[in-house]
Every structure is written in structure tokens, then in C-alpha cells.
């Protein structure tokens, strides 16, 4: 049974749902009394997803594919289609997802909507970059074909749009053409966010895929060390053995209880990860699915934050104000909300298509933190204070608290988004943004 | 490469099923009743790898086309080594009980029409000497109960006709397999509260793939369902009366 939540499981939500299943089908919009939003898997952190009191327009059984063009490989396909399954069914024809975020359970609606980013983001930029079009299905009954050509202004605001300029029934993707399902991967220890940055700087250049694990917990000596992560496609056929994507190896069947993560466990989870991550250095080859979706081995790992849930921050400081995420790892380590897995990865300049795009050039962080009261709260709207300061932003994809005075700052651009909005849809991160 | 002929191909479940054997290369005839949607459908599987698809427009509870769909789909095909039937209609079961009309048209398109449309299979599968025919029942054909009978006996029955003719071609080389799903996510269930026991409709999908290769006679999925049907038949009928089941 499906469950319409958040990945991050705050807020709570009570919605209607409505399935789609065509992207011919015609919805009658007056029918629904109250607002609509589209629902991919849910796999966004905070409440873009969500619309509380109202209906979902669940997009999972829009899984057609319309046509491929195998000499180019551009891909037309319904909007509730999975990365995972356009790798499944296109990387045996030595076809890969332009872009890829850290699980493969997104569709491609959600990945346009969030504008979602990887691994490769200081190459290849965003997702929407190699979005060609897509069908737009507004309240009103229109069905219009948006590109960098037609309807232009809602192809730039549909792109990061959040789902709030209506319903994606099919999108035209660039895939990008990769040698085979094999990875070659170095990882490379650091101990202090100087050698980060020194690493990014010499690996970006050389490396399609980069990001770094930092360790934001532990305090005095092992402050900001972490593993920098590079690799690249495998050329040829050169390894051999079982590449294609397992299912998930555990499964987490209920909540587990609030206390499980604290300040120890999280503390030892890090010191854990950091030693074996550290000890194999490489460059060895791996197949595609771990080197992207490490969490993927563990299906609904988010229970284990507990019943009240767990919040991520992902920030972005432009490059010269990088300087001020020393100040971000301080106020956390200080904190002792620490979370497991923070991820560091440096964001190039390739610009986004999309209106309210979230990365631009710099360096990002993110991290998960179990819900605790407000302290948390409070910490991160701290931190909202110096992003603004630095003139960075926080991916409102991933959010579930920013202030919409944060919000406004972060995205100057905002007023002009409104603009598209089709009346009849609605969300709980466009009602707390006061939109 | 399959030869595979689909009756109700824009069933949920039978889409699925219809992908993962284009996965593999399959040759299909598809047959449903909205031409628009089997358009998208045959589009679908082409991409996914489907050698060939050819559609058409047909409303099953027309028992006098079937000769000639049948006709039709062996000429395009070339032969067929797998029939999907996976048409089926629920109706509304309090509905049905002051509604002939409405219960008689679940018997006809869920067994009538089911059994017409085998027996024009039937002879062309003996000929052939192998092959399968793949119907898709319920678990609610396993017994009555005052919630949706009608529906059930129309599946029931269904069951009963397939499993006296699987006897019978399993001389010729002939499989019969029965899926006798549980509640599964699809359009056909859109309208009822989703519990736990619900399945996705991929899920169900490929194990009617799978169970097809395997040459399976009855197939429950998900599987844990053979045991609450085990269970639910072993209730005596004093006691099932009495049961809100
Ligand atoms: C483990 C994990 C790792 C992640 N890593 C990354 C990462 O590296 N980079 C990154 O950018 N993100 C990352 N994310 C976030 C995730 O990629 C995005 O939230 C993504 O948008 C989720 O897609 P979804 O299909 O689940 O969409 P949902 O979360 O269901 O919806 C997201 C938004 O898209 C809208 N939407 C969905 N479908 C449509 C449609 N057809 N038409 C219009 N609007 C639509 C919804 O209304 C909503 O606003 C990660 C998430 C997880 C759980
Ligand atoms: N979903 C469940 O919980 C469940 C459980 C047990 C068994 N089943 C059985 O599984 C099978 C597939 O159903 P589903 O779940 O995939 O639901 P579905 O998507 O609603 O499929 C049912 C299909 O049957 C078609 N159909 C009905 N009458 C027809 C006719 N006279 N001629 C041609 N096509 C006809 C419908 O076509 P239109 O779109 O044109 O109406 C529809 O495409 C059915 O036999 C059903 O009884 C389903």
C-alpha cells in the first residue's frame, strides 16, 4: 500500500488521492472542490509534496513510453516514470539518466519539478538542463508542449516549479550515452575542509562524479575530515560479474523508536563510515547502482528516525562564500544535533533553464536531522541567516521549516514565479511560503 | 520471440505483464476496447522492445467477434503461443442484488464471454500441440461470500470451466494457467479504501510473467494468499454465515 508522505515524515498530511494512469486521460479539475498537486514517490524531504486537506494527483501509473530515438537518445516518456526503470530498460542499450540524485526511486516529473541535481552537477548541471519539453496539463484544460521554444516562460518556471504551474503528463529527455554499468572510483580521506576544497579543484576537471561525506559531529581534531569521492564511467567492458541493481537487501518494517538516533549513535555511525570508507582507497570498479544510491540497500530507511521524523538542510554558498561554511560545521558540531551523512559537493556554473532553480556555483552541504523539539529549528533558521549573509540558498525541495522571509531572500526571483501558477493547485510549501 | 495475444490489454495487471515480455522481445496482438489507449500502449512496448504490436478495437462482451479477433490474431502473429485473457469487470455488489441486468452482465463479461472466447482458442492451441493459455480469475471465485458474490461466481465459475479444460490440453501440451489475484492497485479498484493487502499492479504483473514460463496451472499472488483462501475454505458453513467477511 502506498503511503502519501514526505520523505522526511514532517509535516503530517491528509489528502484525497486521484490516480492517473494516461497522459491522455482528461481530468475534469472542477470536479476536485479543493486544491490539486501532483505526487510522484515522495521521495522530497520536506512539503513540496504535500497538500494537506487536499487531493493528490498520484502520477505513478504514468509510466508510458512514447518513443526513443536511439541514434540521439532522446527519450519521450510519461512524467510518472521512474530513474530506476529508464536505467533498467536504456542502460542495456548503453543509455544513462543525464543527471541521477542519491536514490533511484524519483520520477521524472519529481526530478523536473525539484530540478534535482548529482554527482555530475559541476559537469552536466542540472536535470532540467536535458529536459527538451514536456506536455503541461493546466486547470483550465490546456495541454501545452513546453520547450526552450514554445511557451518558454512556463518551460523556465515548470522547471524548479515545485509542482505549482500544473500537471507534467510527458517529458522529451536527452540521455547521455556511457559506456557500460561500471564505475571507476577512488576514494580520498581528507582531514580539514581546505584539503576539500583542494581536492574538488583538482578532481572536478578530471572527474564526472564527485562528492564528499563529511563528518559534522565529532569536534577538537576530526573536525570537517571526511572522504572525497570521485569516479568516472568505466571504459569498455573491462569488468566483469553481476551489475544490474538488487532489490533493496533490509527493509525497515516500522518506526523505529525516536531514541534510536541520538548524539551516540550517530557519533559511532560516523566513526564507523569513516574508517571503511577510508580504507579502501581504489581506484577500483563498482557497478553503477551502489556508486549512486548507497541508501538504496535499505528500503524505507527513514523509518528509523522514528515517528516524529527527521528534517534535511541543503544549503548552497556561491563561491566566495565558501569561506563561511566553517562557520555552518561550527554552529553544528556546537549544537550536538549532528546528523549522520553530511554531504559536501561542490556545484559548477552550468545554469539551469529552470526559473526557481536551486544550485548555482559553490559549494553545498547537506544533512539529516532527527526532529527533537525546537532546538533544531532554531539551528537551522541560524544557519538560514548566514546562508542569506553569504548569499546562498536552501533547496526548498528538500524543506520543511525555512521562514517565507528566507524564502524570499534566497529566491529575489519569486514574485515573477507567482506570475505562473495555475490557480488550482496547491501545496503545503506554497501555503507556508505565503505564496 | 513470444507470440503473444492479449484480450483486455489495457488492464492494469496486463500491461505489466505485456512489458516484461516485451523486455524479452515478444511479437504482440493487442485487444481491448478504447483505440486511443491501445495506440499508447502498443507504443509503450515497442520502446520497451517489443518486436512487433499490432491493435485492435474490440469489445469482448461481443461473443459473435471473437471468431474473427481470434482469425485475426493468429494471422498477424503468425501463431500464438500465449493468450493473456485479462478483461474482467466488478460490479457493484449491492447494486447487483436488485439488478439482474447488472449481475447477469458481470457473468457475461467475466465468464461467458471468457469461456466463448477460450473455446475459439482452444482448437488452435491443440493444432499446435503446446502453449499457454493465461486467464485471469479471482481469489474471490474461491468462495462465496455476501460481499461481492457475484463477481466471485462469475470468477469461480471461470475457475471450475479452466480447471476441467487444463486436464484435458494437458494431453495436447496444452497449459492452462488460472491467477487468481488478491486486491491489487489498478483503476478497477479505484474507488475502495487501500489496505496492507493491497498489491501494486507491477508486482502482480510480472509474476503472471514468470508463472507463465514456469508453465504454472494456478497461480495466487501475491502468494501469501493461497493460505488465507486455504484458511477461509476450511471454515465450516455454519460458522462462515456468521462471519462479516
Ligand atoms: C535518499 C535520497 C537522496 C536524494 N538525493 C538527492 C540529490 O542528490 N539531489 C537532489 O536534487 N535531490 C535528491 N533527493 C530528493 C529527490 O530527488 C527529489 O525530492 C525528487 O523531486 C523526488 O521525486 P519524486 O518523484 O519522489 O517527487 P515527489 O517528492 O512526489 O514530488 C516532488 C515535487 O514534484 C512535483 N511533481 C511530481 N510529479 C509531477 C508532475 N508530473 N507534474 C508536475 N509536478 C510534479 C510535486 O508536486 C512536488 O512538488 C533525494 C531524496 C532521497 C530520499
Ligand atoms: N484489481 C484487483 O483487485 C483484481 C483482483 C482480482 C482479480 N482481478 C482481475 O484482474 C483482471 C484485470 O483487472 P485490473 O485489475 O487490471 O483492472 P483494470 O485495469 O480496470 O482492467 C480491467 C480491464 O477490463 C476491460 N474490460 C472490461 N470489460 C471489457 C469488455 N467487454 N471488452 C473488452 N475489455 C473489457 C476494461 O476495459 P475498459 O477500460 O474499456 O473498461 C479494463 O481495461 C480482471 O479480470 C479482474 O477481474 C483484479
Known amino acids: 500500500m502506498k503511503r502519501y508522505e514526505s520523505w522526511g515524515r514532517f509535516p503530517r498530511a491528509a489528502h484525497s488521492v486521484f490516480a492517473l494512469n494516461w497522459h491522455s486521460q482528461e481530468i475534469d479539475f472542477p470536479r476536485f472542490t479543493n486544491k490539486v498537486l501532483a505526487f510522484g514517490l515522495g521521495r522530497s524531504y520536506g512539503d513540496v509534496c504535500l497538500n494537506d486537506g487536499g487531493t493528490l494527483l498520484d502520477t505513478e501509473g504514468l509510466r508510458h513510453l512514447i518513443a526513443f530515438d536511439p541514434a540521439e537518445g532522446i527519450v519521450d516518456c510519461e512524467a510518472g516514470i521512474t530513474l530506476a526503470e529508464l536505467l533498467e530498460i536504456f542502460l542495456p542499450k548503453g543509455w544513462f539518466a543525464p543527471v541521477l540524485p542519491g536514490t533511484r526511486h524519483v520520477t521524472v516529473g519529481g526530478a523536473i519539478a525539484n530540478d534535482i541535481h548529482g554527482k555530475n552537477h559541476h559537469r552536466a548541471g542540472t536535470f532540467g538542463c536535458h529536459v527538451l519539453g514536456f506536455e503541461l496539463l493546466r486547470s483550465t484544460g490546456e495541454r501545452l508542449f513546453c520547450s526552450p521554444d514554445q511557451n518558454a516562460e512556463l518551460f523556465r518556471a515548470t522547471i524548479g516549479g515545485l509542482g505549482l504551474t500544473g500537471l507534467i503528463l510527458w517529458v522529451r529527455l536527452r540521455l547521455k550515452a556511457v559506456s557500460g554499468p561500471w564505475m571507476q572510483v577512488e576514494h580520498l580521506p581528507f582531514s580539514s575542509l581546505k584539503e576539500f576544497f583542494e581536492f574538488s579543484r583538482d578532481s572536478d576537471s578530471r572527474y564526472e562524479y564527485t562528492v564528499a561525506w563529511v563528518d559534522c559531529v565529532s569536534g577538537g581534531g576530526k573536525a570537517g575530515r571526511g572522504v572525497f569521492i570521485r569516479g568516472n564511467h568505466a571504459a569498455g567492458k573491462q569488468a566483469q560479474g553481476e551489475w544490474k541493481s538488487k532489490p533493496a537487501f533490509l527493509r525497515i518494517p516500522a518506526d523505529a523508536p525516536g531514541f534510536l538516533i541520538n548524539r551516540c549513535s550517530v557519533r559511532l555511525l560516523n566513526e564507523i563510515y569513516y574508517q571503511l570508507q577510508s580504507a579502501k582507497r581504489g581506484p577500483f570498479t563498482m557497478p553503477y547502482g551502489p556508486f549512486f544510491f548507497p541508501l538504496d540497500s535499505v528500503e524505507d530507511w527513514n523509518r528509523l528516525y522514528?515517528?516524529?521524523?527527521?528534517?534535511?538542510?541543503?544549503?548552497?554558498?556561491?563561491?566566495?562564500?565558501?569561506?563561511?561554511?566553517?562557520?555552518?560545521?561550527?554552529?553544528?558540531?556546537?549544537s550536538g544535533l549532528g546528523s549522520f551523512l553530511a554531504v559536501l559537493k561542490h556545484f559548477g556554473p552550468k545554469r539551469s533553464p529552470g526559473l526557481m532553480s536551486f544550485p548555482k556555483a559553490g559549494v553545498t552541504l547537506a544533512l539529516d536531522f532527527p526532529i527533537r523539539g525546537r532546538k533544531v529549528f532554531d539551528l537551522l533558521n541560524a544557519l538560514d541567516e548566514i546562508a542569506a549573509a553569504a548569499g546562498g540558498s536552501v533547496y526548498p525541495g528538500k524543506d520543511a521549516r525555512m521562514s517565507p522571509g528566507h524564502f524570499r531572500k534566497f529566491f529575489p526571483q519569486w514574485q515573477e514565479f507567482t506570475k505562473y501558477f495555475d490557480p488550482a493547485f496547491s501545496s503545503d510549501f506554497k501555503k507556508r511560503m505565503l505564496l | 520471440m513470444k507470440k503473444i495475444f492479449v484480450a483486455?490489454?489495457?488492464?492494469?495487471?496486463?500491461?505489466?505483464?505485456?512489458?516484461?515480455?516485451?523486455a524479452e522481445g515478444a511479437a504482440f496482438f493487442l485487444a481491448a476496447r478504447d483505440g486511443e489507449k491501445l495506440a499508447i500502449s502498443g507504443a509503450d512496448l515497442k520502446t520497451r522492445g517489443a518486436s512487433s504490436v499490432t491493435v485492435l478495437a474490440a469489445d469482448f462482451d461481443v461473443l459473435e467477434s471473437h471468431a474473427e479477433i481470434v482469425r485475426k490474431a493468429e494471422a498477424e502473429l503468425g501463431g500464438i503461443e500465449i493468450a493473456l485473457i485479462a478483461y474482467g469487470f466488478l460490479p457493484d455488489q449491492t447494486a447487483c442484488?436488485?439488478?439482474?441486468?447488472?449481475?447477469?452482465?458481470?457473468?457475461?463479461?467475466?465468464?461467458?464471454?471468457?469461456?466463448?472466447?477460450?473455446?475459439?482458442?482452444?482448437p488452435l492451441f491443440e493444432n499446435q500441440r503446446g502453449g499457454t493459455m493465461a486467464v485471469i480469475g479471482s481469489v474471490a471465485g474461491?468462495?462465496?461470500?455476501?460481499?461481492?458474490?457475484?463477481y466471485g461466481t462469475s470468477k469461480g465459475a471461470l475457475a471450475l470451466f479452466l480447471q476441467g479444460l487444463r486436464a484435458r490440453l494437458s494431453r495436447s501440451g496444452v497449459n492452462v494457467l488460472t491467477v487468481k489475484p488478491g486486491f491489487v492497485d489498478t483503476p478497477m479498484t479505484a474507488g475502495h479504501a487501500k489496505?496492507?493487502?493491497?498489491?501494486d499492479a507491477p508486482s502482480v504483473g510480472c509474476a503472471i510473467h514468470r508463472a507463465?514460463?514456469?508453465?504454472?496451472?494456478?497461480?495466487?499472488?501475491?502468494?501469501?494468499?493461497?493460505?488465507?483462501?486455504?484458511?477461509?475454505?476450511?471454515?465450516?458453513?455454519g460458522l462462515f454465515k456468521k462471519l462479516k467477511l
Not at chain 2, 483486455?8 to 516485451?22: H, N, P, V
Open chain 2, 212 to 237: 507463465i514460463l514456469a508453465r504454472k496451472d494456478i497461480l495466487y499472488v501475491p502468494g501469501f494468499w493461497r493460505w488465507i483462501l486455504f484458511v477461509i475454505q476450511c471454515i465450516p458453513e
Open chain 2, 142 to 150: 474461491d468462495r462465496g461470500r455476501p460481499k461481492n458474490y457475484v
Open chain 1, 306 to 334: 522514528g515517528k516524529a521524523g527527521f528534517l534535511q538542510y541543503q544549503v548552497v554558498l556561491p563561491e566566495d562564500g565558501s569561506a563561511r561554511l566553517k562557520e555552518f560545521f561550527e554552529k553544528i558540531s556546537n
Open chain 2, 97 to 122: 442484488e436488485q439488478d439482474f441486468d447488472l449481475t447477469l452482465k458481470a457473468i457475461h463479461t467475466n465468464f461467458i464471454s471468457v469461456v466463448s472466447l477460450v473455446m475459439q482458442l482452444t
Open chain 2, 8 to 22: 483486455g490489454a489495457l488492464s492494469a495487471i496486463a500491461q505489466e505483464t505485456a512489458r516484461c515480455f516485451a
Open chain 2, 195 to 199: 489496505n496492507i493487502l493491497f498489491a
